[in-house]
């Protein structure tokens, strides 16, 4: 049985980069993606474009909890990626890790989503 490679985690930002309820873009081993502090402190890295349409989901909106798109204003839970407005689309995530005051994402093996139109 073989097992799954460790993920290659690559360092993106330092940790004070990103406050509560910011979202910033990163080009990370080739991938572009948003990375995103919620209101409880945590980060969360999450595809650069929208699923519905592939609009880039930083110039949307962030309240520290809810990612909402610019363009028709789905609504995302950046906790688990999915949908909340519609309810049937999903957002890729990509692991994070914090460690020596450095935000650490990986990347590999991980497709954006995208939904109907
Ligand atoms: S492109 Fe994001 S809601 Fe349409």
């Not at 940790?15 to 945590?42: C, H, Q």
Request: aromatic share 10%; with cysteine.
């Amino acid at each position: 049985m073989s097992e799954l490679p460790a993920p290659r985690f690559h360092r993106v930002c330092a940790t004070d980069d990103l406050w509560a309820g910011e979202m910033k873009e990163f080009t990370v081993a080739g991938t572009t993606i948003v990375v995103l502090r919620t209101d409880d402190g945590s980060i969360r890295a999450v595809q650069y474009v929208c699923p519905h349409q592939d609009y880039p989901l930083r110039n949307g909106d962030f309240d520290g909890c809810t990612l909402t798109c610019g363009a028709h204003l789905w609504e995302f839970d950046v906790e688990t990626g999915r949908s909340i407005n519609p309810d049937d689309a999903k957002l890729a995530m990509y692991p994070v890790e914090e460690r020596d005051e450095f935000v650490y994402v990986a990347v590999d093996g991980i497709d954006p989503y995208h939904s109907h139109a």
